[in-house]
């Protein structure tokens, strides 16, 4: 079964440092999302990539966060300087793009903490 | 705008009866998918059902089937002879035609109890 595979799978680290967090789509996936979910918020959704080219960052906090796709097989997600509030579960999900009906599809998601 | 509720912030319900879980949508789009995703304690998001606006029947999977009501702007989640492993945080999602987005419910935790 192809999956949406997610690095690291938890993250500790302390204020003020970078945080990379990492996607691979499923092959032949080529809509790519990241989303932030909080007990507070919910599901966020942060920004997509269609084809490799950013679409909307519209959720994304434009001062800290930068969300890159370098080839088809690698998504990152990065937070310079992190915060405590960044504190979050971090999902990417990929979809085929070819219609409405097509459902995402999610990795297990990077568990952060910033202390 | 693009909206999804779901009214019913936790839901307990007893082994094997069946369960319906609430959501309604609002959207200017003529043309929109809906679609149910669990998510377990675990944490991983896991696609149920979809279905489509211009769908003539109500979508099923196994024991899940979808409650479509155009009219109404209403797309339940039905969960039929439930089970311990169906306890999970469940979101209703929509799409609309004009972008690859979705927007997420808030979710109804639901516990089934032994």
């Known amino acids: 079964d192809a999956r949406v595979t997610q690095t690291p799978r938890h993250k500790v680290t302390e204020m003020g440092q970078e945080v990379t967090m990492r996607c691979q789509p499923i092959?032949?996936?080529?809509?790519v999302f990241w989303y932030r979910q909080t007990m507070m918020q919910g599901l966020e959704l942060l920004a997509y990539f269609r084809n490799r080219a950013p679409l909307d960052d519209s959720g994304m906090p434009k001062d800290r966060f930068s969300a890159e796709m370098p080839d088809a097989t690698l998504a990152t997600l990065k937070i310079q300087p992190s915060e405590p509030r960044d504190s979050a579960v971090y999902f990417c999900a990929s979809a085929t793009g070819q219609g409405i009906g097509q459902p995402q599809h999610f990795g297990d998601g990077t568990r952060l903490s910033i202390l | 705008a693009q909206k999804i509720t779901q009214t019913q912030p936790g839901m307990f319900v007893q082994e094997k009866e069946a369960v319906t879980l609430d959501c309604t949508y609002d959207?200017?789009?003529?043309?929109?998918?809906l679609f149910w995703y669990k998510q377990p304690s675990s944490g991983e998001m896991i696609f149920l059902i979809y279905q489509g606006s211009y769908d003539q029947q109500n979508a099923t999977e196994g024991r899940y089937s979808l409650n479509f009501q155009k009219a109404r702007k209403s797309a339940n989640l039905v969960i039929s002879a439930s089970q311990l492993g169906d306890s999970a945080m469940y979101f209703c999602a929509m799409r609309g035609d004009r972008d690859d987005k979705i927007i997420f419910g808030k979710g109804t935790r639901l516990h089934i109890l032994p």
């Open positions: 959207t200017s789009d003529p043309s929109y998918g």
């Open positions: 092959l032949g996936h080529n809509t």
